[in-house]
């Protein structure tokens, strides 16, 4: 893969592109902008983390001197910024906005942008312009205008608002005659050079197609601007008009010939996706190829939040009944899509792979694949291992006995009960693993973020799971500096068959609907394709099937769910209070002992006993015969983990962390 050294902008080499990239371009940024612009070819980091590092080709190799309407009178010279960027001497273009690479002249205090340098517009237009009758000049006004709410005029082009601060055309001898930069009356294309297209903003015609015809971004008539032909119904977004994509693209990497854009509405089946379009792909007449402008220069080797091993593009599956791992409809096998070496069944549509939420942004092409899963432990002999998290061997046990429901696993904080599990050696270490805990990947990929996810097990650290939004001291796994969950939501990829329902449940955002379950709003679920009423939040997703709780019962609990349509009475053993077996509850098989979900998982249930929440309250074990009296609601505690906080000399419980959200408000 070409990479390209150009550490004046950006310390990671970059590499070419011919994609379109709806992304802004770094050197050339424009503050406020109407919308987010595409790039059309140029360079960008393919480092993990870095894709929004893009420049334009432009932008990139920008010309040593140029001459420019806005200073005729002499040659401007490129100031070159020094390394890191983001630390370069900030400078002042004529416009009043801040930047770091841009032009100077060496004889005047005057300084451009790369944005005003890449304007067309004179810096002058002569009389009878826009109908007026006097010379129009392009200014800017300092921002203290607008920050004292002078700062906005009416554009005499368009009727909207124009702010003073940057560039725009105004009448020196009429003080309110003042327009756009870009509302120019009219303008020629070259997607549609045989006629003038015509300024709106504001009121656009009723007839007019909503939605640009090169780049498909639907127009907002309060904010964007559009120009339109009369003639041939076409409209033509501000974006595009003044950035224009090629008329002919060359991409070995995605056909053999050169491809033409077609600008017009068009109904067609992309032949790299599979996906319909209707309006202006490239087309190859000689191969009757035709491409969404976004699918030129997809990239060929990736990785995804949905697999673990990398996939590539292929031009076409072949025949047989391919199922989108993303969107999970139908993957048509006579187009483009996305396949995995190792896996043979796997299958993506290449606009799904390829989605900023799915793809980490880095093609690797040409570059080797990343080495073999890291073994979590070393066997020392066939019962004994030493894990990576613990400094002792650890000692295989797998005889089926059922240990102690305060006996928690250190990586899910969950009770070990019947499973088997690797226990420390050392007589004085109470350290213990879950046998499946022990065999947890170091590293691994999750639907909750692009970025590889790291196996972390500092245990006394207290985080908050972002996919079930529960407190936990047990190992977890970290993607970035700012996205965390625990071993139990990782276990689960982008979908789970779950006992609640008959159909399987599937990773979503939420849109404020409350889990079908327990009726509570997170922002992460599970939903159902069939069912689409039905959702499960990753809190009721992750709940144990079995539960031990001697308390009430020597025999195991198991989840249970009552039928949806059929109003059964059940009664809580805990809380002597009705069930609602709608939501979910654990009964006894052998006795048919009930108790609520609420009974036996709480706020501290993943909490670690001896975990400290403050230098004054403690996490404890409450797994006795005696309960204590919660200080606050004045309850049995009845879960098995509560709080335990010192007042002075005195030792106080509370239930959870509600009652001391309550306790601390009203004091």
Not at 400 to 422: D, H, R, W
């Amino acid at each position: 893969m070409e990479r390209v050294e150009l550490p004046q902008l950006h310390e990671h080499p970059l590499i070419p592109f011919n994609r379109f990239v709806p992304v802004r371009c770094d050197l050339c940024i424009k503050l406020f902008s109407e919308s987010d612009v595409t790039i059309y070819g140029g360079y960008r980091c393919n480092e993990l983390g870095c894709e929004r590092a893009v420049f334009h080709k432009d932008c990139a190799n920008p010309l040593k001197e140029i001459n420019h309407s806005y200073h005729p009178d002499h040659t401007l010279k490129l100031i070159i910024p020094t390394f890191p960027l983001f630390c370069s001497q900030q400078h002042t273009c004529f416009c009043g906005r801040r930047f770091k690479v841009g032009y100077s002249c060496s004889m005047c205090d005057f300084k451009l942008d790369l944005e005003c340098a890449m304007r067309p517009e004179p810096l002058v237009l002569p009389e009878n312009s826009y109908g007026h009758e006097h010379p129009l000049k392009v200014v800017s006004e300092p921002m203290r205008l607008f920050c004292n709410k002078k700062g906005l005029k009416i554009c005499k082009a368009c009727g909207m608002y124009v702010n003073l601060t940057f560039p725009h055309y105004s009448c020196q001898e009429c003080e309110e005659f003042v327009i756009h930069l870009n509302c120019f009356p009219e303008a020629y294309h070259t997607s549609h050079p045989q006629h003038p297209l015509k300024s709106f903003r504001g009121q656009f015609p009723g007839y007019a197609d909503e939605k640009c015809l090169l780049c498909e971004k639907e127009f907002d008539q309060e904010r964007h601007q559009l120009h339109h032909c009369y003639v041939c119904n076409v409209s033509i977004c501000r974006e595009c008009i003044r950035r224009p994509p090629p008329v002919d693209v060359e991409c070995l990497k995605t056909h053999e010939h050169q491809l033409y854009l077609v600008p017009r509405l068009i109904d067609f089946t992309c032949n790299a996706c599979g996906t319909k379009g209707n309006r202006s792909p490239y087309f190859c007449l000689p191969c009757n190829f035709m491409i969404h402008r976004e699918c030129i220069d997809l990239p060929r080797v990736i990785y995804i939040n949905r697999h673990d091993h990398r996939i590539s593009y292929t031009p076409r599956l072949g025949h047989g009944e391919w199922k989108c791992r993303v969107c999970r409809k139908k993957v048509d096998g006579f187009y483009g899509a996305y396949s995995c070496s190792k896996c043979p069944s796997f299958a993506a549509h290449a606009r799904c792979a390829t989605r900023n939420d799915v793809w980490d942004m880095v093609e690797r092409e040409g570059t080797p694949e990343e080495e073999e899963e890291i073994e979590s432990y070393k066997v020392i002999d066939y019962n004994t291992i030493r894990h990576f998290s613990h400094d002792h061997n650890l000692r295989f046990n797998n005889d089926g006995m059922t240990l102690l429901e305060n006996t928690l696993c250190k990586a899910c904080v969950f009770q070990i009960g019947s499973e088997p599990f690797y226990i420390c050696k050392q007589q004085q270490c109470d350290f213990i693993l879950h046998e499946k805990c022990a065999n947890l990947s170091q590293k691994k990929r999750h639907v909750r973020n692009n970025l590889p996810f790291t196996l972390r097990t500092d245990s006394h650290f207290t985080f908050r799971c972002q996919l079930c939004c529960q407190d936990s001291t047990g190992f977890r796994y970290e993607s970035g500096p700012y996205v965390t969950i625990d071993v139990r939501c990782a276990s689960i990829s982008d979908s789970i068959k779950h006992e609640s329902h008959p159909h399987p449940l599937y990773y979503s955002t939420s849109d404020n609907t409350p889990c079908s379950r327990c009726e509570k709003k997170i922002c992460f679920v599970f939903r159902c394709d069939e069912c689409e009423d039905y959702i499960l939040d990753a809190k009721c997703a992750t709940l144990p099937k079995k539960v031990m709780k001697n308390r009430y019962d020597d025999h195991p609990l198991f989840l249970s769910y009552g039928d949806m349509n059929v109003d059964e009475k059940y009664w809580c053993e805990a809380c002597e209070t009705k069930v609602d077996p709608k939501r979910g509850f654990y009964a006894c098989k052998d006795c048919g002992v009930v108790l609520h979900i609420s009974c036996l998982f709480g706020d501290v249930s993943y909490l670690m006993p001896g975990s400290l929440l403050s230098t004054n309250e403690e996490v404890v074990s409450n797994t006795s015969i005696c309960r204590p009296v919660c200080y606050v609601c004045s309850s049995r505690c009845k879960l098995s983990s509560v709080l335990k906080v010192s007042k002075g000399e005195d030792v106080v419980y509370m239930c959870s962390p509600e009652c001391r959200y309550y306790h601390f408000k009203n004091r």
